[in-house]
């Protein structure tokens, strides 16, 4: 009895569910854990009728358009059906009823209830009742004799009782269960059942095993077994002919036995191991539907019931019962467990002559399996073999043929592995992402950020209804589906439709392209023959549809056939958004409920390009994909079956990163959520809840909710787990800035600056705590993530916390990165200048990375309210000596020049005003130390020859924060005397006032210089900004030493005015250093200072000292 087992689907809640057919067979119902009853047209049905009976279903029964629950109100009610309109109350118990059923005819109902007792009610009067005691523990189970004179119910007291219903008393009782004290802890539910035709056998599930009792004299008349089954049966259930019987175990056994004979005909097993609770037999026989203590709804189809199974043919008996002499019963059983469960072949008994009196049936009562030595292809047919002496007396070849057979009995030889590993998957369906199926006559074709495409195709009307979110958009539509459209998509262009083709019509593709500023606003284009639409999208004026002839064909929005390509599988779904087109495909079969999908990112525009090339789609385990898009933005992402959004994390080399399960916020497993649109800033997922079911209805409107978003980090109860959740997940919403500004789109600078603002703030966060934790090497690790200026933050909020160790370690990053900047500076000026002669122009620059001074001020503050307020330092601690300054003969640490347009200096150069001879690699703690020295004279106007000397670029021995702060605090007076000293220096020129010859040349073009002929050999074909990009990527393969070794020697080029600085900054940088220097030193040094000025303009330090300039 071979059959297929379809795939399961979640029908309730978690906990106790049950099923029953209706008398057509049409119908399923189940009612489970969360109170509802659900009527489903088929398994596939997406959307059933559910009633609301109760906070909980313990067990439902069906007959005669009746339909009785046992709900968690203690009541046994009763529903019309298929209507579902309640009929009254036909009976009340002390406590809930855990069983309930119809006799045969449908004229009486029995109950069994958790108060011990079993009523009997009749359903036209329900006052009409029978009460049957005698248990003395809660009833499991009910089940009628179908001649209606006998009742049977099982207890947790361990008993099965059979009752004469007139006389209300009990006729035999058998001790076969397992005592326990109630329904929940018992092991087995112990489901009954009585043979329906004939009424001669009761079934009852004892352990492993099924027992048989004859009607009447109520002898144990057979055991039904299987050596595979080896935990407890749960639920029995009869065919409707009753020569089967179904049962369903504890560990997701499902085993059908042949009663005549005896013998297991079919065994499956639970997709996921879990226990089976009911089961129903179609009327038709040949389907088998079962639920399990998850809340999910199973079918075994294709079941046959027919007679014809238990003869052999005529002409085989004989050579079946002779070649049976060959083995013995350990064969039998080595052949037996070498079977898969999955696919084990129908047992057939052996038909003996009547003259033989052999029994050839084993003693285990299984039948032999000879499939795995008939196959070899050295064996001979079994009708026509002959063992005797008197086919292969003499015969050389018969003595042959006679040997291999008799070779192949020893289990070791012939054998054929028997492949019991994972079973292939049944591909994916391909669907149209925001739609519902098309089987329901009242469905959304298309929900999208868009609008609504809803189809009705009824009695009444066959049309489509298109609404639009934005009516600024267009107006809505009603469109008549005389073509039978089964597919639809919508942009802010075009409506685009689909129908399938017929014997007489070719597949159509219909579009209405409304934006046309022309009268003729459709068309429509006829597939090629045997070609069927398959998915179909819209993007930034073009649109493309995937037929069945693994084509995609490519349109514009006009009617102008484009690019056509093949793709490398079936089609799952597409998706379009601007010059995007997303493709979902089987790249591969699944195996074990994994579905094998592949995907491909195209560009569209004016540089065609594949950015995705064909990948393995990451899904969920036994997951398949639900919905396909972009978000608004532009980033491609998806939902699996099991809730899991993943989003294209472009900064990552393409992979796709979590950031949401909708199934977390489900209150049960049968409620969903339908995906129907994503937002990267606000950053948003907007879905549909659905409840019992994973499409909303057309009617009433379904309301829209909004789940957030939440990256599936370790800890994220903690704060350290939290604030790096919200990092992660903001440094991923950020990347669609650079996607738009690349691709020549405008961006929200206010939105990109203002999350870097909170990236930056967050990290601050996790290094103020990791500080208070004393995680001093997971500091430098987030200021590695720090910004340049962050980093400087990090110092001064390290030094302040006397952690002087931390606060150098922090200073190496800081200048490592002011290096790492400088070295990035020439190619990013060359792949600007390549955007420039490529037409696109990057809106959002490095510059944007930099947050501004007041930003920097409330970074410190706010990290300063997470560790606490810092004890004052007294005035011992400022005289002290820095412990990590360094001795005259220390190692020089390399100071940095200016950085052309950018203007970068470096914040660590130290220039004393009191000793011209210290080194300039001194640490910035010294700089720190000195600062808060000094710091009294800065407001002092009468000490002219030690307070500091306010210009543009002041070298002061401070940090850029701790100028920036001390300027801050500063009187009025003081600023109104500094603004008088301004106009005589001269105002730093512009960037766009030096052209590009005044610059040295960097060590990048130099080396593009050297290297160009060979990049220009090698690629003769590429334009001047290819080989610019060419050369970026080439440089940037070289190692640090060697780019340094360019940028030295571009600086070794800069000529005499670079030599003056270097002799300047040598010899201190303040009008002290100047005086002491000499008279004829002073002018040559006094102009390089004023060049400088003009170099550094964009320095952040000359816009911190320009704070106080411009205050007023």
Known sequence: MPCERKPMRY???????????????????????????????????????????????????LKNGKLVTASSNNTVQIHTFPGGDPDGILTRFTTNATHVTFNSSGSRVAAGSSDFMVKVVEVSDSSQQKTLRGHEAPVLSVTFDPKDDFLASASCDGSVVVWSIEDQSQLIRWPLLQKTNDVSNAKSLCRLAWQPVGAKLLAVPVETKVHLYERGSWDHVSTLSDDLQTQLINVVAWSPCGRFLAAGGVGGSL???????????ERQKHEKGHTVCSLAWSPSGSQVAYTDTEGRLGLLDGLSTSSSSSSSSKPSKKAAETYDDLFDDDDDRLMDEGLSEHNSPVKKPVAVDDDEDDDLMPATGRPRNRGAILDDELSLDAGSLKLGRDKFGGDEDGDDASSAVMAAAPPPGPLRPVYEGPLPTPPQKAFQPGSTPAHLTHRFMMWNSVGIARGYNDDQDNAIDVEFHDTAVHHAMHLANSLGHTMADLSQEAVLLACPGTEELASKLQCLHFSSWDTNKDWMVDLPAGEEARALCLGGGWAAVATSALMLRLFSVGGVQREVFSLQGNVVCMAGHGEQLLIVYHRAPGFDGDQALGVQLLQLGPRKSQLIRGEALPLSRRAHLTWLGFTAEGTPCYVDSEGSVRMLNRSLGNTWTPVCNTGETCKSRSDHYWVV????????????????????????????????????????????????????RSVLFENHFGFLSSSGYEVDEEAQTRSQKEQQELLMKMFALSCKLEREFRCVELAELMTHNAVTLAIRYASRSRRMGLAQRLSEVALEKANRLREEEPEEEAEHAARRASGYEVTGGRQGNRPNHK???????????????????????????????????????????????SGRANPFKVSSSSSAAQPRGTNILDNMASGRKSSPLAGSAGKASKGPVLKPLPPRPRSKTQSTLLQMTSSKKKTQEITQKQPEAPPPASPADSGDNDRPKTGFQLWLEENRKSI?????????????????????????????????????QTGDAADLKKRKRGG???????????????????????????????DPSAKLSAFAFNKN
């Not at 009853?37 to 596939?44: A, M």
């Not at 994973?694 to 704060?719: D, G, H, N, W």
């Not at 560790?867 to 820095?882: D, F, I, L, S």
């Not at 050999?1017 to 940037?1036: C, N, Q, S």
């Open 11 to 61: 029908g309730h809640s978690e906990g106790h569910t049950e099923v029953c057919f209706d008398h057509s067979g049409r119908f399923l119902v189940t009612g489970g854990n969360d109170g509802d009853v659900r009527i489903w047209e088929g398994l596939d049905d997406d959307d059933p009728k559910f009633i609301t009976v109760g906070d909980k279903v313990y067990s439902l029964a």
């Open 255 to 265: 085993t059908v036995w042949d009663v005549n004979s005896k013998l297991c005909v």
């Open 677 to 728: 649109g994503v937002h990267e800033n606000p950053q948003q997922l907007r879905c549909i809840p659905c409840k019992g079911s994973r499409y909303p209805p057309t009617l009433p409107r379904p309301a829209v909710a909004i789940l957030p978003f939440k990256l599936p980090m370790c800890q994220t109860s903690t704060e350290k787990g939290l604030m790096e959740e919200q990092f992660w």
């Open 855 to 901: 930003e920097q001020v409330e970074q410190v503050e706010q990290v300063e309210q997470v560790q606490g307020p810092q004890e004052e330092e007294e005035p011992e601690t400022r005289e002290c000596v820095n412990p990590f300054a360094k001795e005259a003969t220390s190692p020089v640490v390399p100071s940095l020049t200016p950085l052309g347009k």
């Open 1016 to 1052: 220009s050999a090698d690629h003769p074909e590429l334009e001047e900004t290819e080989v610019i990009k060419e050369a970026m990527g080439r440089f940037r393969t070289l190692s640090a030493e060697e780019r340094l070794s360019w940028t030295e020697r571009a600086k070794s």
């Open 1068 to 1098: 201190g940088g303040g009008d002290e250093e100047g005086a002491a220097g000499g008279d004829d030193e002073h002018g040559p040094v006094e102009a390089d200072e004023n060049s400088a000025k003009k170099k550094r303009s964009l």
